[in-house]
Nanobody
Framework: QVQLVESGGELVQAGDSLRLTCAAS????????MGWFRQTPGNEREFLAAISWNGESTYYADYVKGRFTISRENAKNTGYLQMNSLKPEDTAVYYC?????????????????WGQGTQVTVSS
């Protein structure tokens, strides 16, 4: 079993930057892709970004492209989401997810492991 723990969420002001961290532990696969999602009350969990098992390929939702950057450090089993120029509409619970193997996906249904989420609140 793989455990994912997100951290770094907090209350910030519009225009600020924030970096979220996702630490993987337990029986981590030798190869796994990672993704970041967010969810607001009453809405579906939406895709933000994904990164391939080796960090060489990244994918972004159009609404965060240019502001958010996904990265990972495999030696530490850790993933990151750097968020810049934050807006009040970025307020949400942010989740990281992992999928075993070398195929990177954007669909939340295809991720096997999820963290508990971290709250990001952006004030205007």
């Amino acid at each position: 079993q793989v455990q994912l723990v997100e951290s770094g969420g907090e209350l910030v002001q519009a225009g600020d930057s924030l970096r979220l961290t996702c630490a993987a532990s337990g029986r981590t696969p030798s190869s796994y892709s990672m993704g970041w999602f967010r969810q607001t009350p009453g809405n579906e969990r939406e895709f933000l970004a994904a990164i391939s098992w080796n960090g060489e390929s990244t994918y972004y939702a159009d609404y965060v492209k240019g502001r958010f950057t996904i990265s990972r450090e495999n030696a530490k089993n850790t993933g990151y989401l750097q968020m810049n120029s934050l807006k009040p509409e970025d307020t949400a619970v942010y989740y990281c997810a992992a999928r075993t193997g070398r195929i990177t996906v954007q669909s939340k249904e295809l991720y096997e492991y999820w963290g508990q989420g971290t709250q990001v609140t952006v004030s205007s």
